[in-house]
């Protein structure tokens, strides 16, 4: 079936450090990719996807590249603040029609100090 | 930015009651689901509701669980007898037109179950 494995967190890191998350994913055909952000408190809210391998997505200085090769989705950023404290969701869509749901990682908790 | 709402944000309620959750999809979104976060785990997969009719629905979602569309605004999740074990956030989230597969999230409803 399909499915999405995260690295486990919490991930800590000092402000202005890489951050990298990784992503993988077990699926029959090809899914669209996508990371969730849920902040302190809030619900979950879209950060990027990528739809085709070799897309790339990328927000707020987040990234992402769909490798289909490796079945990864690794989630990177150059240099972090303490502001993206937060837990982050990988997950996939396997388009059937409109009838999609949303599999998820178990996330990845990451914490910034200044 | 249109944006899903959810109410109440919090509900407390004694094991065996009813509770109905209520969601507010962006409006002119097609497709609407329903997701739970027990404390700590991962994102999961409730049911999904189209044209009036579940679409999907996960092993989660059994008899005592059901869901409405009862004006062109509103889609609710109904418990009729809660137990211990539903405590969880609950998620709404809606997605457009067939082809569009993001979905976007409100910001939850923390079930609390005593």
């Known amino acids: 079936g399909n499915s999405v494995t995260q690295m486990e967190g919490p991930v800590t890191l000092s402000e202005e450090a890489f951050l990298t998350i990784n992503c993988t994913y077990t699926a029959t055909g090809y899914p669209s990719l996508f990371w969730y952000v849920q902040y302190p408190g809030e619900g979950l809210q879209l950060l990027l996807k990528?739809?085709?391998?070799?897309d790339k997505g990328s927000n707020k200085g987040f990234e992402a590249t769909y490798r289909k090769e490796t079945t990864s989705f690794h989630l990177e950023k150059g240099s972090v603040q303490v502001s993206d404290s937060a837990v982050y969701f990988c997950a996939l869509i396997k388009f059937s029609g409109g009838y999609n749901k949303l599999i998820f990682g178990a996330g990845t908790r990451l914490a910034v100090h200044p | 930015e249109p944006e899903v709402t959810q109410t109440p944000s919090h509900q407390v309620t004694q094991m065996g009651q009813e509770v109905i959750l209520r969601c507010v999809p962006i409006s002119n979104h097609l497709y609407f689901y329903w997701y739970r976060q027990i404390l700590g785990q991962k994102v999961e997969f409730l049911v999904s509701?189209?044209?009036?009719?579940?679409?999907?629905k996960s092993e989660i979602f059994d008899d005592q669980f059901s869901v409405e569309r009862p004006d062109g605004s509103n889609f609710t999740l109904k418990i009729r007898s809660t137990k211990l074990e539903d405590s969880a956030m609950y998620f709404c989230a809606s997605s457009g037109t067939s082809g569009e597969e993001t979905q976007y999230f409100g910001p939850g409803t923390r079930l609390l179950v005593l």
């Open positions: 509701f189209y044209n009036n009719e579940i679409s999907e």
């Open positions: 990528a739809t085709k391998a070799d």
